[in-house]
């Protein structure tokens, strides 16, 4: 059995190819058709409490009877320090005034960590998605055992070998190989300890190659050349997320959405200043401001982050839109497709037994109509080809 039929058979899936979660853009309604359509829909809960991914996992599961994915952050609990804190609050000020507004009073963590909230484990146990996937750590081994023994399918993030290591060791599945392409959180365990920087291609073959179990790639994969790529190196399945932003179905704003079509999203950066971790992100003014703050300089992670959302908001709330993309937003490096969510399945090389389930899946409604990337995108006819030839 090849390794990437091994990963679908243990994700209950037909295409290699999952919908990244992404905690607030997300939604049941993107995931949902994805996993119908044979890949893997995924939920983004760490935003949510466990009241909050109960009603997210009902939602997705009232679309689709599939396979789902629920994704929870394990970060370290966030040290409050008044004086950090304000003395952050005084050095955004004049972001904030920008668009006529004042920082906000005090700061508090907006992310609880899975490693404290028992109220999530809870309901992931009772739950029991198909599978549990975890960014910036791995639960503690009590965890992971509940876990396992609600008989989930657990797969962690790792962007180093090392990473890599301690995750198969901890009882992880699978894992994804996020690169430094990737958009969004980077899911680094310490992000204070330094960072190699592994491109997705590298890290894929880095850990496909130490590992025993099946590899994810994750970063910059955006149609079904990446995928081909990706699996090409030793990946398993794909994981895009930034591809399925502009979707009808996310929950990304108009101001994102228009973000990633423009030429904006041909300058990508990595900043701390929007939420105290490293982040893929479109360059702008606020990313420009926080290069030249010292890394250490801001609050613990998500602490950061509620002043982040915070000028966010009073971007918005300045009503012009050149203005409100001027502020922080996460969004990565590449002009995104539109498609709708469904039809992504058709795209993907080796679907293996369940290729022509896949190319008959329904397309779903789009608001544009979708642009078929095996026109668009110059390597996808070997992918069309790969398909139709296939059993
Ligand atoms: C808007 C956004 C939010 C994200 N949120 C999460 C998240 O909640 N959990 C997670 O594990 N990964 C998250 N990620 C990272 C993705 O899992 C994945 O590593 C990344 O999207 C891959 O790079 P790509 O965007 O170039 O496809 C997010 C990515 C984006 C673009």
């Known amino acids: 059995m090849s390794a990437s039929r091994a990963l679908l058979d243990l994700l209950g899936i037909d295409c290699p190819i999952i919908q990244a979660p992404m905690a607030g853009t997300s939604t049941p309604a993107l995931a949902a058709p994805l996993s119908t359509a044979g890949a893997l829909g995924s939920l983004g809960v760490?935003?949510?409490?466990?009241?909050?991914?109960?009603?997210?996992?009902?939602?997705?599961?009232?679309?689709?009877?599939?396979?789902?994915?629920?994704?929870?952050?394990?970060?370290?609990p966030a040290r409050a320090d008044a004086a950090v804190e304000a003395a952050w609050l005084a050095r955004l000020a004049p972001a904030f005034a920008r668009f006529g507004a004042r920082p906000p009073a005090q700061l508090r963590e907006i992310y609880t960590t899975f490693q404290t909230d028992d109220a999530m484990l809870a309901t992931l146990v009772e739950l029991a998605p198909k599978v549990v996937s975890f960014?910036?750590?791995?639960?503690?081994?009590?965890?992971?055992?509940?876990?396992?023994?609600?008989?989930?399918?657990?797969?962690?993030?790792?962007t180093s070998l090392a990473e890599g290591r301690a995750l198969a060791a901890a009882g992880a599945h699978a894992v994804?190989?996020?690169?430094?392409?990737?958009?969004?959180?980077?899911?680094?365990?310490?992000?204070?300890?330094?960072?190699?920087?592994?491109?997705?291609?590298?890290l894929t073959q880095l850990l496909a190659r130490d590992?025993?179990?099946?590899?994810?790639?994750?970063?910059?994969?955006?149609?079904?050349?990446?995928?081909?790529?990706?699996l090409r190196v030793g990946a398993s399945a794909a994981q895009l997320g930034t591809a399925f932003v502009g979707c009808r179905e996310s929950a990304a704003d108009a101001d994102y959405r228009a973000a990633l079509q423009s030429d904006a999203a041909l300058h990508p950066t990595m900043t701390r200043v929007i939420s105290g971790r490293p982040a893929g992100c479109l360059a702008n003014r606020f990313t420009a401001f926080g290069a030249a703050i010292p890394a250490s300089a801001g609050p613990a992670y998500s602490i950061t982050y509620d002043a982040g959302k915070a000028l966010v908001a009073a971007a918005k709330a300045a009503a012009s839109p050149a203005s409100a993309r001027s502020g922080p937003g996460k969004a990565p490096h590449s002009r995104a497709r539109c498609l709708p969510p469904s039809s992504w399945p058709r795209f993907a090389p080796r679907c293996g037994r369940s290729a022509t389930t896949c190319a008959r899946a329904p397309a779903a409604r789009s608001r544009s109509p979708p642009r078929d990337p095996v026109e668009q995108a110059p390597g996808l006819g070997a992918a069309r080809r790969l398909l139709s030839s296939a059993p």
Do not use: K, W
């Not at 590992?211 to 990706?230: Q, R, T």
């Open 46 to 76: 760490a935003a949510t409490d466990a009241a909050g991914a109960r009603a997210m996992i009902a939602d997705a599961r009232a679309r689709s009877s599939r396979s789902l994915n629920v994704n929870v952050f394990c970060h370290p």
């Open 135 to 158: 960014h910036f750590g791995i639960p503690a081994p009590a965890r992971v055992a509940a876990l396992r023994q609600a008989g989930i399918v657990l797969v962690g993030t790792a």
């Open 176 to 202: 994804v190989a996020q690169g430094y392409e990737a958009g969004g959180q980077r899911a680094v365990f310490d992000a204070e300890a330094p960072d190699d920087q592994l491109t997705t291609l590298a």
């Open 211 to 230: 590992l025993a179990i099946p590899v994810i790639a994750a970063g910059g994969i955006m149609n079904g050349a990446g995928i081909d790529a990706a």
